[in-house]
T-cell receptor, first 118, second 111 residues
Framework: GAVVSQHPSRVICKSGTSVKIECRSL??????MFWYRQFPKQSLMLMAT?????????EQGVEKDKFLINHASLTLSTLTVTSAHPEDSSFYIC??????????????FGEGSRLTVL | LAKTTQPISMDSYEGQEVNITCSHN???????ITWYQQFPSQGPRFIIQ???TKVTNEVASLFIPADRKSSTLSLPRVSLSDTAVYYC????????????FGKGTTLSVSS
């Protein structure tokens, strides 16, 4: 089946630094990717929709200048947490939908990236 | 996007059949129903998807009544490794449509 891969799976950084998380669709092209955030014992919360070749669409309450999203190709989207602070510590998960005509539009999820900001 | 309601938690024993029901009263005509399983510190994993009636795969069955306002995920003969959070999601299959997660159902399987 289709696979979405994230890197890194775990990252620890100091407060004030920036962290980049990559999301790749390994065996299909993804015109759209989605970024979610999940805090302990909570459900996944949609942060933004990443569209290849255009600006991302952010959900209400998500700061676009803090969470920079780039979707430069049909297989790669990146999420950069800028000037990270301890409250940004969370589990970040990306997902991708195949283009129409492939894989029935099923939404595939990455393994997640655990960010810890000290 | 259709909102879903599931029981917060369920308990079961190994070998039993588990049925988790999800309500989605305002499901739209183009919406599909998809169930995901999530283990701690992992991304959600696809279990099954359906539009109407019954769908069965190697791990689960999905029952959808004619009005599509609810759905039931059936896990036959659960094992300890089925302990996880199960999410019911409703949405269309368009490329730009995200799936919005509800609170999910935490299933605990005991021996």
């Amino acid at each position: 089946g289709a696979v979405v891969s994230q890197h890194p799976s775990r990252v620890i950084c100091k407060s004030g630094t920036s962290v980049k998380i990559e999301c790749r669709s390994l065996d299909f092209q993804a015109t759209t990717m989605f970024w979610y955030r999940q805090f302990p014992k909570q459900s996944l919360m949609l942060m933004a929709t990443s569209n290849e070749g255009s600006k991302a669409t952010y959900e209400q309450g998500v700061e676009k200048d803090k969470f920079l999203i780039n979707h430069a190709s049909l297989t790669l989207s990146t999420l950069t947490v800028t000037s990270a602070h301890p409250e940004d510590s969370s589990f970040y998960i990306c997902s991708a939908r195949a283009r129409r005509g492939e894989n029935t539009g099923e939404l595939f999820f990455g393994e997640g990236s655990r960010l810890t900001v000290l | 996007l259709a909102k879903t309601t599931q029981p917060i938690s369920m308990d079961s024993y190994e070998g039993q059949e588990v049925n988790i029901t999800c309500s989605h009263n305002n499901i739209a005509t183009n919406d599909y129903i998809t169930w995901y399983q999530q283990f701690p510190s992992q991304g959600p994993r696809f279990i099954i998807q359906g539009y109407k009636t019954k769908v069965t795969n190697e791990v689960a069955s999905l029952f959808i009544p004619a009005d599509r306002k609810s759905s039931t995920l059936s896990l036959p003969r659960v094992s300890l490794s089925d302990t996880a959070v199960y999410y019911c999601l409703v949405g269309d299959m368009q490329a730009g449509t995200a799936l919005i997660f509800g609170k999910g159902t935490t299933l605990s399987v005991s021996s």
